[in-house]
């Protein structure tokens, strides 16, 4: 069974804008935290943004705050991160992440279910 399916291929150009989905199943959206990481080649995964389960609380990295936004529909089980003002350090493996609890946490290893990625390229 798959638990998040956010995988697939998106490029752009520097200053366009993306929006990948990240589909979840009943037992990893349900009461979870929605999170979504980028990994550029040759570094850590990074934590990009989070939204709560109950609240719908939304949280960024300061590199992506104010171009990113994350949200979540309730109906679909369905979290996505709009991604606008793209430039080529976005370049990277994005990853949608569930955590078994409503609120959000920063780092990777809290996060139970992952997604297999989705290849962002954006060129200058």
């Known amino acids: 069974q798959v638990h998040l399916a956010d995988s697939g291929v998106g490029s752009g150009q520097a200053g366009g804008s993306l929006r990948p989905p990240c589909a979840a199943s009943?037992?990893?959206?349900?009461?979870?935290?929605i999170a979504w990481f980028r990994q550029s080649p040759g570094k850590d995964r990074v934590w990009l943004a989070g939204i709560a389960a109950s609240t719908a609380a939304t949280v960024y990295a300061e590199s992506v705050k104010g171009r990113f936004t994350i949200s979540r529909d309730n109906v679909k089980k369905t979290g996505y991160l709009e991604m606008n003002s793209l430039n080529p350090e976005d370049t990277g493996m994005y990853y949608c992440?569930?955590?078994?609890?409503?609120?959000?946490?920063?780092?990777?290893?809290?996060?139970?279910?992952w997604g297999q990625g989705t290849q962002v390229t954006v060129s200058s």
């Open positions: 992440a569930a955590r078994r609890n409503w609120y959000c946490s920063l780092l990777a290893r809290d996060y139970n279910y």
């Open positions: 009943d037992i990893t959206y349900n009461g979870n935290c």
